[in-house]
């Protein structure tokens, strides 16, 4: 069984530019969340989808942005980027099914913004 | 206080058991987390436990909850080098499946031959 895959695993941009992360979960997971991970502020939620639609979102400003597709990929994005969008972005795929739930996460998108 | 806190930092012999503390900020939260992530791997979910729990057994691994302190901490019994890493433990904040997950700074476990 594949797992959590995301894309690109590295990217590089500007201030001001823009960036599109992909996450493909595992096969019939139709959750996917999304995290940032930086040193100075750690883990921190972005959103959550489930059958393409936003179930929770985090303190982000609104240029973080996020959609899922109805085979459960999901693309977040990143408008107008800022230093401080330097970060290891995760996504994580999750099935709750008979009480119990079961989450895998990808490898990791790191991005920098120069 | 509006975080999830833990302890920073915690060092443990092989063979002992190492004991991870939480303290989370909702009452309300339903569900509660230890993630796990080691150098160069990603975070893994290690176990949960829902608030009408007291305690959650997985093998070495042991969830105790305490609702009335908002409390929770993570034992890993036989603790082995394989368990260094870095271990978070999350609420879902708001209730309920769909809360927003809050995350604690991380416990980083080093586990000494």
């Known amino acids: 069984k594949a797992g959590v895959t995301q894309t690109p695993r590295y990217l590089i941009k500007t201030r001001g530019q823009q960036v599109t992360l992909s996450c493909s979960p595992i096969s019939g997971h139709r959750s996917v969340s999304w995290y940032q991970q930086t040193p100075g502020q750690g883990l921190q939620f972005l959103f959550e989808?489930?059958?393409?639609?936003?179930?929770n979102k985090g303190n982000f400003p609104g240029r973080f942005s996020g959609r899922q597709f109805s085979n459960s990929r999901s693309e977040m994005n990143v408008s107008t980027l800022e230093l401080g969008d330097s970060a290891l972005y995760l996504c994580?795929?999750?099935?709750?099914?008979?009480?119990?739930?079961?989450?895998?996460f990808g490898p990791g998108t790191r991005l920098l913004v120069l | 206080g509006e975080d999830v806190e833990q302890s920073l930092f915690l060092s443990v012999r092989e063979g002992d058991s190492s004991v991870i503390n939480c303290t989370y900020t909702?009452?309300?939260?339903?569900?509660l987390y230890w993630y796990k992530q080691e150098p160069g791997a990603g975070l893994q979910l290690l176990t949960y436990i829902f608030s009408n729990m007291d305690m959650k057994q997985d093998q070495r691994l042991t969830v105790l909850l305490n609702k009335k302190d908002k409390h929770l901490s993570l034992r890993i019994a036989d603790t082995q080098t394989g368990d260094s890493a870095i271990y978070f433990c999350a609420e879902r904040v708001g209730g309920g499946r769909w809360g927003k997950l809050q995350f604690g700074a991380g416990t980083q476990v080093v586990v000494t031959p």
């Open positions: 909702d009452s309300s939260s339903t569900y």
């Open positions: 994580a795929s999750s099935l709750a099914s008979g009480g119990k739930e079961t989450q895998y």
């Open positions: 989808y489930f059958s393409e639609t936003q179930r």
